[in-house]
């Protein structure tokens, strides 16, 4: 038995096929992965999320430590509630774990980190907190998190959780967050639709969940978490990218934040340098032209560019057609054709950009 | 619980097998195999006329999570493959006895149909697997 978040029983109650993820017993799908991904990209699904690592960061000091700690820069945080993508690094610039920032107050941010990396992310916060005075690190196993996403999402909360909610939310703009109570509601996700995410007390979290399921969003497993999120283009923790590739290798140099220079972050020597030589490899969609699907690990042959590798393949429920990250060359441009080995056999994939879906619509040609 | 026909035979490796009037047998995955993988979103099928031995790779099913190979449950040459996978391989998620079927296969020697397993073998093979 693995660890189990304060909805398991529900989860199997309404018929999940539970799964083993990472030490945690996980609904990876209730019935048909296909049929969620769909409901969350045309009306409203529920994720349960809890097994993800809640931690508060509370002191005098927090703001220094996070802009010692965070590749992303916590200066641009300066409004109440304001929401932030960030990597953490080591000193060679490799990714410690992808996470978001929410800025609370100037004595309170609060991190919502990987499942699969919290000790070692714990680790790290600890060891850099001891050189610094004024910060305490508070993770937070008492909280649930239940994402409700599609273009239905926002009423169906207001709908189930009280209409109360709505005009403390409603003008909530995307990458932001704000607190009712013990309900911190958040206008972020992991699917490319609007909606919320719900950070509450772990034992409110089945009562919550059964109200929302009252409201019509139907409860969406693992598997369709994972296809909504590589249409929409968003990293995968440990697929496409980990301790060994930098943000500018994964599509992720967006999120550093160079300004101001003499924010002297973990890792951004080895990033000053990789923008002054460039980098040999980068993060690019694939789209598969015939029949197939594409899988992590598969490698890529991009003619006299050279070769790389799938970071994330699988199946598109919305373009029905198999789509992936991959890492290639620098070279290679958006547009040009390549072939992904599978089981011996060349086929042939179009390099595009990402993502390939948003807010339900196609964005490839 | 999956469903288990009775006059079906079957493999430890999730095919199921059914004689034709024609001598040929029909090969498909069973239900127990289709809720493992999951919604199928691919089907590469054998060649017509490509011959197998028993226990061989002869096709791959792929699920939104994964893919597996399918066995020739008896060996054999290919005398049709289902061509209505191609466009709705989900087909195999809905009727896994039915329209869901793979290949058809001209079995080499008839004995070998005798090795394989009944409904209720096949029965005990599953529930070990989900304890």
């Known amino acids: 038995m693995g660890y189990r978040t304060p909805l398991y029983d529900t989860h199997v109650k309404m018929g999940a096929k539970i799964v083993d993820f990472g030490g945690w017993d996980m609904p990876l799908h209730y019935g048909s992965q296909i049929e969620e991904h769909h409901k969350v990209r045309q009306d409203a699904g529920m994720f349960d999320v809890s097994h993800m690592n809640v931690v508060d960061i509370k002191g005098a000091n927090v703001r220094p430590f996070l802009g010692l700690l965070m590749a992303n820069s916590v200066d641009k945080l300066r409004t109440q509630g304001k929401a932030m993508y960030t990597c953490m690094l080591n000193a060679r610039g490799g990714v410690i774990d992808d996470l978001i920032v929410y800025y609370m107050n100037e004595q309170w941010f609060r991190l919502v980190m990987n499942s699969s990396t919290r000790s070692k992310d714990l680790a790290w916060l600890d060891a850099t907190s001891r050189e610094m005075e004024g910060v305490s690190i508070l993770p937070r196993p008492d909280l649930g998190i239940i994402a409700v996403q599609g273009p239905n999402a926002r009423e169906k909360v207001y709908q189930a959780l009280g209409e109360g909610l709505r005009s403390a939310t409603e003008k909530l703009k995307p990458f932001f967050a704000t607190s009712i109570g013990e309900l911190f509601v958040a206008t972020t996700g992991y699917t490319g639709e609007d909606g919320f995410e719900l950070i509450l007390p772990g034992k409110a979290a089945p009562y919550s969940w059964q109200g929302l399921a009252e409201a019509g969003v139907a409860p969406i497993g693992l598997g369709a978490r994972d296809t909504l999120r590589l249409e929409a283009g968003m990293n995968l923790y440990g697929h496409d990218m980990d301790e060994t590739t930098t943000p500018l290798e994964s599509g992720l140099a967006w999120t550093v934040g160079w300004d101001p220079a003499s924010r002297n972050f973990v890792g951004r020597e080895v990033l000053e340098r990789q923008r002054a030589e460039g980098v040999t490899r980068k993060l690019v969609g694939l789209v598969l032209e015939g029949k197939g699907v594409l899988r992590d690990h598969q490698k890529v042959i991009c003619g006299s560019a050279g070769e790389g590798e799938i970071t994330s393949g699988g199946f598109s429920p919305t373009l029905g057609k198999a789509i992936a990250l991959a890492r290639l060359p620098t070279a290679v441009a958006a547009g040009s054709r390549c072939d992904v080995e599978v089981r011996g056999k060349r086929l042939a994939a179009r390099v595009v950009k990402y993502p390939f879906v948003r807010n339900g619509k196609s964005c490839v040609e | ?131």
């Open chain 2, 1 to 131: 619980m999956s469903e288990i026909p009775k006059d079906l035979k079957y493999t430890k490796s999730h095919e199921w097998v059914k004689a034709m009037p024609d001598g040929s047998v029909a090969v498909g995955i069973t239900d127990h195999a289709q809720q493992l993988l999951g919604d199928l979103v691919f089907m590469e099928l054998p060649k017509v006329g490509a011959e197998f031995a028993a226990g061989k790779e002869c096709a791959v099913v792929e699920s939104v999570k994964a893919a597996s190979d399918v066995y020739a449950p008896v060996s054999g040459r290919i005398v049709e493959v289902n061509g209505l996978l191609t466009d709705a391989p989900e087909t195999v998620n809905k009727d896994a006895y039915g329209d869901g079927w793979l290949f058809r296969l001209k079995p080499g020697s008839p004995g070998e149909l005798k090795s394989l397993l009944d409904a209720s073998a096949y029965k005990a093979v599953v529930e070990a697997e989900s304890h």
